[in-house]
T-cell receptor, first 115, second 112 residues
Framework: DVKVTQSSRYLVKRTGEKVFLECVQD?????MFWYRQDPGLGLRLIYF???????EKGDIPEGYSVSREKKERFSLILESASTNQTSMYLC??????????????FGDGTRLSIL | AQKVTQAQTEISVVEKEDVTLDCVYE???????LFWYKQPPSGELVFLIR??????QNEISGRYSWNFQKSTSSFNFTITASQVVDSAVYFC?????????FGKGTMLLVSP
């Protein structure tokens, strides 16, 4: 089974801090994704990556950056955390190539609170 | 632009009732994939089914069934004889070029 592991289930940070959310997958997937989930808004794509050192903006990239130095690891960075970034963050991965028909596999999520 | 609409925000049923979750999508592409995911209270999203745009056959898996109708751009999900363990948020999603567009989700509450 695919395992997508997010480093923290719960995280509390302060406004202005630089925050790192880590995600690791163990199935050698090329594609990795970061979403945020808010009540009434569903899941929205922040960034995704097709390969090491590659990144693409999703629907809501403002205030975030990402890093993909190794294939198995995809980091989401909040450069200067703000209270409106309090949310549930979900990481996902999938195989490339025919990936339109491959389901994304999700981690358990990180519930981030910015005080 | 792609869009997925799940008009039902929350549905409450009593155990053993049948329930249908609606999903309507918009896309200009002729090739696309549709998915359903389940998110139980524990938080992780669990993949349930995918369907490509060329396969309009309905599918049944145990108590779950899916009705894909291209003519109405709908991909509805029915749970037969619901159980308390079915309580979760269910997301419909549309895939193109490896990214997913999600609906806002339907919260299903099944009471004993």
């Amino acid at each position: 089974d695919v395992k997508v592991t997010q480093s923290s289930r719960y995280l509390v940070k302060r406004t202005g801090e630089k925050v790192f959310l880590e995600c690791v997958q163990d199935m050698d997937h090329e594609n990795m994704f970061w979403y945020r989930q808010d009540p009434g808004l569903g899941l929205r794509l922040i960034y995704f990556s097709y390969d090491v050192k590659m990144k693409e903006k999703g629907d809501i990239p403002e205030g975030y950056s990402v890093s993909r130095e190794k294939k198995e690891r995809f980091s989401l960075i909040l450069e200067s955390a703000s209270t409106n970034q309090t949310s549930m963050y979900l990481c996902a991965s999938t195989r490339a190539g025919t990936s339109d028909n491959q389901p994304q596999h999700f981690g358990d999520g990180t519930r981030l609170s910015i005080l | 632009a792609q869009k997925v609409t799940q008009a039902q925000t929350e549905i409450s049923v009593v155990e053993k009732e049948d329930v249908t979750l609606d999903c309507v999508y918009e896309t200009r592409d002729t090739t696309y994939y549709l998915f359903w995911y389940k998110q139980p209270p524990s938080g992780e999203l669990v993949f349930l089914i995918r369907r490509n745009s060329f396969d309009e056959q309905n599918e049944i898996s145990g108590r779950y069934s899916w009705n894909f109708q291209k003519s109405t751009s709908s991909f509805n999900f029915t749970i037969t004889a619901s159980q308390v363990v079915d309580s979760a948020v269910y997301f419909c999603a549309l895939s193109q070029y490896s990214t997913l567009t999600f609906g806002k989700g339907t919260m299903l509450l099944v009471s004993p």
